[in-house]
């Protein structure tokens, strides 16, 4: 099964921004690969950000960002809140059957 | 308002039997395709089916295959996932899903399925 590669974990200071990225086993990310975005709190359902690589549903704040960088999908979090501190994961497509990253746990300190 | 409520999770006993259901509101259930996504405990997400719109296709995660199978009811706005052959590794959250081919936008609160002796 292919592999989709996330940073196990990163820390932003409140008020900054952060970069997370999505990376593909088989290659460069495009478009094609409909990249989505997920956030996850402790208890809860995940949450859709993102998807078709930049596209915000009409629930997700302005300051989350998904683009194509380097290769890989990214999700940018700017002006970060503590609300932020959570777990994101990212998921492709790979011709109909999707994969999720194994998401990336942020903390906000 | 979309609501989907995922039922018929419990304790089954490796190689036993388990049928998820999902009901659905706030929407027209026939017109979207649909998807179960699973998470082991402590562990991260993983897409396990999904079935378009009619019932016509279905997919599935080559860890499940010929052990899972996804259906539904449009009549009865309903999601299923008949799981046999259980294993300890089915262990995990199944949430049922709201999707579209490239985005899953929707998700139910989740069932627990624990296999185990």
């Known amino acids: 099964q292919t592999v989709v590669t996330q940073e196990p974990s990163l820390t932003v200071s409140p008020g900054g921004t952060v970069t997370l990225t999505c990376a593909s086993g088989?290659?460069?990310?495009?478009?094609?690969?409909?990249a989505n975005w997920f956030q996850q709190k402790p208890g809860q359902a995940p949450r859709a950000l993102i998807y078709s690589t930049s596209k915000r549903h009409s629930w997700t704040p302005a300051r989350f960002s998904g683009s194509l960088l380097g290769g890989k999908a990214a999700l940018t979090l700017s002006g970060v809140q503590p609300d932020d501190e959570a777990e994101y994961y990212c998921l492709l497509y790979y011709g109909g059957a999707p994969v999720f990253g194994g998401g990336t746990k942020l903390t906000v300190l | 308002e979309v609501q989907l409520v995922e039922s018929g999770g419990g304790l089954v006993q490796p190689g036993g039997s388990l049928r998820l259901s999902c009901a659905a509101s706030?929407?027209?259930?026939?017109?979207?395709?649909m998807s179960w996504v699973r998470q082991a405990p402590g562990k991260g997400l993983e897409w396990v089916a999904n079935?378009?719109?009619?019932?016509?296709?279905?997919y599935y995660v080559d860890s499940v295959k010929g052990r899972f199978t996804i259906s539904r009811d449009n009549s009865k706005n309903s999601l299923y996932l008949q799981m046999n052959s259980l294993r300890a590794e089915d262990t995990a959250v199944y949430y049922c899903a709201r999707s579209t081919v490239t985005n899953i936008p929707y998700w139910g609160q989740g069932t627990l399925v624990t296999v185990s002796s």
């Open positions: 706030g929407f027209i259930f026939s017109n979207y395709w």
């Open positions: 079935i378009k719109e009619d019932g016509s296709e279905k």
């Open positions: 088989t290659g460069a990310v495009t478009s094609d690969y409909y």
